[in-house]
């Protein structure tokens, strides 16, 4: 497996972002490729231990070792790790060193070097006698560090010297944290109020414009869609179309179509005529669902011949629209396009760039001729239409929306980009909605003042961290729940641990029940004694313990296109 390294000005110190591969079991890293023959093992491992840090801003290790090497793993969690070398026979005595690695991103320039461990690489820390360490979480999710040691423990091998006495060191976090300080003060007013009053969250539009979103009923996310539109799944407690909504109504937006299939009247009544949020929203009938070409030329009424912004119903950004919008009109743009890195290019449209221009977009391409992704954001003129007109049904029998891309390009008509750091798009298996579960709880619903816990949370029952609780939602007995976490209404959580990145739909009970990075949607009962990780369960679900049952075993019914994992 290739590892990446990460050379640090510290003699002794180095960094390593490990090749995770994974399938629909999980991912697998090796962490000591060689066993013990590795260098980075040459001492061999004579104990392994662990290191969590629980509270946000407080540190944790701040020593360094006379004899024993270490190597540390970060397992969870997000934090600003400092260095400092102590040994006086170090070349690089004196010298320090801050980096910051972790699963989430900032989404605010600090200064120094980060590293984002994402699902294809983890993380690895190898730290030679002499180089003092120290860790601050910088997220609500707590840090978990697991390292080895290359000698038995020992009490007497520790300097424990202050960190206020390690050159640089509260320096350097302090200014860290009075940056991401600011950054999450930066947030957007309650969504009950006019549109033009929203757009102050950021710039505001220059023009007016409409905007339409795609959110025809298919079966790509099953086995949930069956039953339900996809775009109403629940991301965080609340419908996955309500994000794209709400960041448009936040720029200043005020007039959206959305584009449904016949007899969508569940997604009308859930979504409504727009009034919740102060602006107007037109349905916008789908007669043929052949991609996304044919969702536009629905929409060709609704445009009346304007430029529009097309925002996909499944897409969630963490961007202001209106920046888009207002460069679009003073650059005089026929085309603006939304472009993210990805870690796998081959699963979406993917841009061609030469001399910092676009000059052919690929569908789903085996060879991508970049990292990006087309995001799910695109502003338009009325060539979109024209576009239609002349290109033909693809391979995969849609009329794909990197064709009209590529007439814009094709056509001498002004397309141009706008990088994004943070996006995420349903590609339509489970998975993908733990992703979107976590991006939301990470990047929006906590982002915005209010009431978040309107439930009861009784007697010994504890809540740390980001933690939204529904009305009428009771949290009751030994029961710890550890945010970034939404419980929705009427739900009841008895002797029971509720962990990071989970959201609990409405009227759901659990009892007796450790569970953590889960998507858990409305009128579900689980009781059971066994962890529950990285699962995703639909409505109405029951979950109960098989102890019980004659002849012992588990008791499983399952529909098509499911997994389970014990």
Known sequence: ?????????????????NKVVSDERGSYCDMAPGGTENELYADGIKHIHASIATKKFIPRGGHY??????????????????????????????????????????GVDVGIPEFTIYNNSAAQIAISPGVYHVFWPLTDMETVVAGTGSTEYDSEDYNRTEIKDVPGAIETFEKIKKKIMEHENQTSPAINIKSET?????????????????????????????TINKHLIPLGGRPMIFYPIENLV?????????????????????????????????YIIQQELTGLGSAIMSARDFANGEPFILYLGDNIISYNVADLVNRYFEENLNALLLLAKVDCPQRFGVPEIVDDSIVRVEERPMHPKSEFAVAGVYIYD????????????????????????????????KLDYQEIGKWWKDRGKPEDLLEGNKFVLQNCVFKKNGEFIEGEIIGNAKVEGNVKIGKGARIVGKTLIRGPVVIGEGCLIKDSY????????????????????????????IFTKEKIVN???????????????????????????????W
């Not at 397992?75 to 320090?96: C, H, I, K, R, V």
């Not at 102050?200 to 869609?225: D, E, V, Y």
């Open 65 to 106: 070792h006379y004899k024993l090497r270490e190597n540390f793993f970060t397992l969870s969690g997000t934090a600003l790790w400092y260095f400092y070398d102590f040994n006086q026979n170090s070349p690089t005595y004196g010298e320090s060193y801050a980096v910051i690695l972790g699963h989430d991103e900032l």
């Open 198 to 226: 929203m757009a102050q969250a950021g710039n505001k539009l220059t023009r007016k414009i409409k905007a339409i979103i795609p959110a025809a009923k298919n079966n790509q996310q099953r086995p949930f869609s069956h």
């Open 382 to 413: 009325d060539n979109a239409f024209k576009a239609m007109d002349s290109i033909k049904l693809s391979d995969r029998g849609q009329y794909e929306i990197s064709d009209i891309h590529n007439y814009y390009i094709n056509s001498d008509l």
């Open 250 to 282: 936040e720029s200043g937006i005020d007039q959206i179509g959305i584009v449904i299939s016949k007899s969508d009247d569940v997604l009308k009544q859930v979504v409504g005529d727009g009034s919740r949020w102060g602006i107007e929203i037109e």
């Open 1 to 17: 497996m290739a590892i990446k390294h990460i050379k640090t000005p510290i003699r002794g110190l180095n960094l390593y972002l």
């Open 535 to 565: 699962s995703v369960i639909g409505r109405n679900a029951s979950i109960v313990s098989g102890d019980d049952n004659l002849p012992r075993g588990k008791k499983v019914i399952i529909g098509e296109n499911s997994i389970v994992g």
């Open 498 to 525: 509720v962990g990071p990145w989970t959201s609990i739909g409405n009227v759901s009970e659990l009892n007796g029940v450790e569970i953590e990075h889960s998507l858990i949607m409305d009128n579900t009962n």
